[in-house]
């Protein structure tokens, strides 16, 4: 038995424990004789687990059994915020990097390295546009149609509250409004998992529609990836000694080095594109007339 199927094991069993209690099972069942059988035991179960914000680890299997996840098959971006399918059931993500879940109608759902959950096996027969119920029962993912009833509505603006605003707690450099969102509401779920054993067990419209912040957070991400389709992103390759000339221009102008690259190469090809006539193939002639100066560049 190896210590990460050893301690699920435990966790699907006992609960959530900490990494000390899954450590001293561990070292008592003699599953593990590292020096450091802490550091062992959490390598084991962290890319399978999940850590609840008391620091308690978790079986996402465990938590999610009996409890239905809602999502809509229509993924028309004008529809539904571009990627909201997957922040509906990135609770399953993290269930199936546990282990494969079966399907009650047959196959399986299983874990890929990167990208978002393969719900084609899921959906297979289901309508254009529906809202389904994915639930968890003994282990086996069962999938149902469900309407949209002022009940689930209720429900949803209910769990909206509950959750409350969702505010990062620290920005990092890589963070991003919809990556703070999702990754406390992930949080804010699997606490609400472990407390109550009702949450979620009737269903709620899909998160990415009853989940103010999240909702807020996927519009934003696909205005602004809309927003970089209309740009044109260019890597300059310039010598050393015009450094000092852009350093220079950007100070003067108050601006950043790149935003005042950014400006001053954009206004350079517009005026490189009103110097040719009408019917002027400016690819005739090699030596292209570049304004004064780019060409001293």
Request: one cysteine or more.
């Given at each position: 038995m190896?210590?990460?199927?050893?301690?699920?094991?435990?966790?699907?069993?006992a609960?959530p424990?900490?990494?000390?209690?899954?450590?001293?099972?561990?070292?008592?069942?003699?599953?593990?004789?590292?020096?450091?059988?802490?550091?062992?035991?959490?390598?084991a179960?962290a890319?399978?687990a999940?850590?609840?914000?008391?620091?308690r680890?978790?079986?996402?299997?465990?938590?999610?059994?009996?409890?239905?996840?809602?999502?809509?098959?229509?993924q028309?971006?004008?529809?539904?915020?571009?990627?909201?399918?997957?922040?509906?059931?990135?609770?399953?993500r993290?269930?199936?990097?546990?282990?494969?879940?079966?399907?009650?109608?047959?196959?399986s759902?299983?874990?890929?390295?990167?990208?978002?959950?393969?719900?084609?096996?899921?959906?297979?027969?289901?309508?254009?546009?529906?809202?389904?119920?994915?639930?968890?029962?003994?282990?086996?993912?069962?999938?149902e149609?469900?309407?949209?009833?002022a009940?689930?509505?209720?429900?949803?603006?209910?769990l909206a509250?509950?959750?409350?605003?969702?505010?990062?707690?620290?920005?990092?450099?890589?963070?991003?409004?919809?990556?703070?969102?999702?990754?406390?509401?992930?949080?804010?779920?699997w606490?609400?998992?472990?407390?109550?054993?009702?949450?979620?067990?009737?269903p709620?419209?899909?998160?990415?529609?009853?989940?103010?912040a999240?909702?807020?957070?996927?519009?934003?991400e696909?205005?602004?990836?809309?927003?970089?389709?209309?740009?044109?992103?260019?890597?300059?390759?310039?010598?050393?000694e015009?450094?000092?000339?852009?350093?220079?221009?950007?100070?003067?102008?108050?601006?950043?080095?790149?935003?005042?690259?950014?400006?001053?190469?954009?206004?350079?090809?517009?005026?490189?594109?009103?110097?040719?006539?009408?019917e002027?193939?400016?690819?005739?002639?090699?030596?292209?007339?570049?304004?004064?100066?780019l060409r001293?560049?």
């Amino acid at each position: 038995m190896t210590i990460s199927s050893f301690c699920l094991d435990q966790l699907r069993t006992a609960g959530p424990l900490t990494l000390d209690a899954l450590t001293e099972l561990a070292v008592a069942e003699n599953v593990t004789t590292a020096r450091n059988p802490a550091g062992s035991v959490r390598s084991a179960v962290a890319p399978h687990a999940v850590q609840l914000r008391d620091g308690r680890w978790a079986s996402p299997l465990a938590l999610l059994e009996g409890r239905v996840l809602t999502t809509a098959t229509c993924q028309d971006p004008s529809v539904r915020p571009l990627g909201s399918l997957d922040h509906d059931l990135e609770l399953l993500r993290a269930a199936v990097r546990e282990r494969a879940i079966p399907l009650a109608h047959g196959g399986s759902l299983r874990a890929s390295t990167y990208g978002p959950l393969n719900l084609q096996d899921v959906m297979t027969g289901t309508a254009e546009q529906a809202l389904l119920g994915l639930r968890l029962v003994d282990g086996v993912l069962h999938v149902e149609h469900l309407p949209l009833t002022a009940e689930m509505r209720q429900a949803g603006r209910l769990l909206a509250d509950a959750l409350g605003p969702l505010k990062p707690r620290a920005r990092t450099y890589w963070s991003t409004d919809l990556h703070d969102v999702a990754s406390n509401l992930s949080a804010a779920l699997w606490d609400r998992l472990a407390a109550d054993p009702d949450f979620l067990t009737s269903p709620v419209p899909p998160l990415s529609h009853c989940i103010p912040a999240l909702a807020h957070a996927l519009q934003l991400e696909r205005e602004q990836a809309q927003e970089r389709a209309l740009r044109w992103y260019a890597r300059l390759d310039l010598p050393t000694e015009v450094r000092w000339a852009a350093e220079r221009g950007a100070d003067l102008s108050g601006a950043t080095l790149d935003d005042w690259l950014s400006t001053f190469v954009a206004q350079s090809l517009r005026e490189l594109g009103e110097s040719y006539d009408d019917e002027e193939d400016p690819y005739d002639d090699a030596r292209l007339p570049f304004p004064r100066r780019l060409r001293s560049v």
